[in-house]
């Protein structure tokens, strides 16, 4: 039987099965049992190193100031994944607390990601049974690391107790998703209603994720949030959204599927990703409109918007130039590298009546006929800069 054949001869009945999607459409997925996330998203630490020399320069002010004797220095990361990104700024971090603190000088690391995060991973990484990238607490004494499955749209650490607040590539994601039938990315919607409404949940996620952050920082303390974003429209030029044409790509394929009765109209509409890539506008606004973050002391600083090339774009230019010409294997990259954030979306849209194979079948599909299209592009045909934001805070 083909696959169409089979998934569409199934019978939907009764309900979806809601409790199964809680928190579930941002589960990253690295693919192949046994990988970890850092296996294939460590390109990611492009992201992080952007905003390094600022961290830096950061830590280096926070330290030169008086630091009580016997209190950690507390670094916490959030929506930290394994932990494989951040390791080499977490080992810079410790260097120049060292150089200027002195040996003895106790450091507190704290990582914070959902529940059904791969923690395993991250431990695993900490204490270098994953060896690569090197793992700092091979190296340095009076380091301790603790790590909680949580959700940063809640408190996660104590009242006052972090000096440094970290996040890379994760404050898009929503704290609930509002499904569409327009497109995958909800943000490209046309219906003004549906933009008003989904403006106010990023408007109001990212206000709760900073009062939270406000709670946990000591004063003095700073926070480093960076992710992918939106150029905001100006005279003649419209709006850029990191990875445009990915997620336009998708939803072509997406609605293909539903055109050609794969899917059902009501998993059309939850195949809709449960984030928002802010611009500088949507991540100004807020903070200066809640009376909660300026009650809590929390300033804003700075925000950065950077574009940054597209690393496989990057790397498979030059390879090309090089006179390879292997589109096999950049699309087989690509999509490896794509299915890790976008893959949970999709299978949990699909109807809790299907069976394992089905959904299966279906999200292999998807990601195929993606990859099909990579597969006849050059990484020069489309335009997948990464636009990042970069918002600087501190706590008075
Ligand atoms: C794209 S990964 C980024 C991981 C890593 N920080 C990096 O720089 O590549 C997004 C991470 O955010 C986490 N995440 C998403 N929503 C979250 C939430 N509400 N609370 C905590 N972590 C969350 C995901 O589980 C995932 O590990």
Redesign the pocket.
């Known amino acids: 039987m083909s696959i169409c054949r089979g998934i569409l001869s199934l019978r939907l009945k009764g309900p979806i099965n809601l409790i199964s999607r809680w928190?579930s459409y941002?589960?990253?997925h690295p693919g192949r049992h046994g990988e970890s996330?850092g296996d294939v998203?460590i390109k990611?630490?492009n992201?992080?190193d952007h905003s390094k020399e600022g961290i830096l320069k950061i830590v280096g002010n926070l330290i030169s100031k008086p630091h009580p004797e016997n209190e950690p220095f507390t670094v916490a990361?959030?929506?930290?994944?394994d932990g494989s990104?951040?390791m080499e700024l977490m080992t810079d971090i410790i260097c120049l607390i060292r150089s200027k603190c002195g040996k003895n000088k106790e450091i507190n690391i704290m990582y914070?990601?959902?529940p059904?995060?791969d923690f395993n991973s991250l431990h695993k990484r900490i204490h270098g049974i994953i060896p690569n990238p090197r793992s700092y607490l091979l190296d340095h004494e009076n380091v301790y690391v603790t790590s909680t499955g949580?959700?940063?749209?809640k408190q996660c650490f104590p009242s006052n107790s972090v000096d440094l607040a970290l996040?890379?590539?994760?404050t898009h994601?929503l704290?609930n998703k509002v499904d569409i039938f327009d497109h995958v990315y909800p943000y490209f919607t046309q219906n003004k209603d549906e933009i008003d409404a989904l403006e106010k949940q990023a408007a109001d996620d990212w206000v709760l994720f900073l009062t939270k952050r406000t709670k946990e920082l000591k004063p003095g303390g700073w926070g480093v949030f960076s992710t992918l974003g939106t150029r905001d429209a100006t005279e003649g030029k419209p709006a850029f959204v990191a990875g445009q044409d990915i997620l336009n790509k998708l939803n072509e394929v997406w609605n293909r599927l539903f055109s050609r009765g794969i899917i059902t109209k009501a998993e059309l509409k939850r195949g809709t990703l449960g984030f928002c890539l802010r611009s500088p506008r949507q991540i100004e606004e807020p903070i200066l409109d809640s009376i909660e973050i300026q009650n809590g002391g929390l300033k804003l600083h700075e925000i950065r918007l950077d574009t940054i090339p597209y690393f496989l774009e990057a790397e498979w230019n030059e390879m090309f130039r090089q006179g390879n010409k292997e589109r096999e294997a950049f699309a087989r990259d690509f999509l490896k590298y794509l299915k890790?954030?976008f893959y949970s979306t999709f299978y949990e849209a699909l109807e809790g009546q299907r069976n394992e194979e089905q959904k299966l079948q279906i999200c292999e599909l998807l990601f195929k006929e993606a990859r099909d299209f990579f597969l006849s592009k050059y990484p020069s045909e489309f335009d997948i800069d990464y636009i990042v934001t970069t918002t600087y805070v501190f706590k008075e």
């Open positions: 928190m941002n589960v990253m996330y998203q990611n630490k992201i992080c990361e959030y929506g930290a994944a990104i951040s914070e990601d959902l059904m995060s949580t959700n940063f749209y996040s890379f590539t994760a994601w704290s890790t954030p």
